[in-house]
């Protein structure tokens, strides 16, 4: 099976830009989180979604939003980004609650 | 929300020593992963270990889940076991979905 995969994998953007990162997961599994790692904060709980609906949220501002398509796929938006946007995103699939996660490679993105 | 100590933060091992990672969560747990994260950034999934103990080539873990801690083994240690090691924990009251919550690393570095 072919694993999670990341697009694009760099991004450099200018404060006040808005971004789209996209995920596919494994194939058959039907629910993508995502998390943002930086050096101060370490690794965080973005958003999960399941089956198309956003299942659970963590403690980030209303600038960091998602989506999930009916072929799993997801889609994570951040507006008006600012520089402590600056992280790298990794997404998380698995075939649902207290299953196993796999991670994809990562989104770098770079705020200037 | 619930806490995840993992220990040592540093760890420095000459090739062929043998270690031992630990990580204290908080709350009772129906998920805990340990990870390898790679130097470009990905998360290798190492072990899902909620409960038991599992053997994989060189590296084994133990999650006690009655006394909350889970702890990682690594035998004949190689250059190439340097990186972080991540532990994250789903906890049981989550209010539905995914969501890992991760402790702050073991940094392990492995000198020929």
């Known amino acids: 099976k072919a694993g999670v995969t990341q697009t694009p994998r760099y991004l450099i953007k200018t404060r006040g830009q808005q971004v789209t990162l996209s995920c596919s997961p494994i194939?058959?599994?039907?629910?993508v989180s995502w998390y943002q790692q930086t050096p101060g904060q370490g690794l965080q709980f973005l958003f999960e979604?399941?089956?198309?609906?956003?299942?659970n949220k963590g403690n980030f501002p209303g600038r960091f939003s998602g989506r999930q398509f009916s072929n799993s796929r997801s889609e994570m938006n951040v507006s008006t980004l600012e520089l402590g946007d600056s992280a790298l995103y990794l997404c998380?699939?698995?075939?649902?609650?207290?299953?196993?996660?796999?991670f994809g490679p990562g989104t770098r993105l770079t705020v200037t | 929300g619930i806490q995840v100590e993992q220990s040592p933060p540093d760890l420095i091992l000459q090739e062929g020593a043998n270690s031992t990672l630990r990580c204290n969560f908080s709350?009772?747990?129906?998920?805990l992963q340990w990870f390898h994260q790679n130097p470009w950034g990905q998360l290798i999934n190492l072990f899902y270990?909620?409960?038991g103990t599992k053997q994989n080539g060189r590296l084994s873990a133990t999650t006690v889940a009655t006394e909350r801690y889970s702890l990682l083994y690594i035998s004949s240690s190689q250059t190439t076991d340097s990186g972080v090691y991540f532990c994250?924990?789903?906890?049981?009251?989550?209010?539905?979905?995914?969501?890992?919550?991760f402790g702050t690393g073991t940094q392990l570095k492995v000198e020929l």
């Open positions: 998380a699939s698995s075939a649902d609650q207290g299953y196993e996660q796999y």
């Open positions: 194939s058959g599994h039907r629910s």
């Open positions: 979604y399941f089956s198309e609906t956003q299942r």
């Open positions: 709350d009772s747990v129906n998920n």
């Open positions: 270990i909620p409960s």
């Open positions: 994250a924990v789903e906890p049981i009251l989550t209010g539905g979905g995914n969501k890992l919550t």
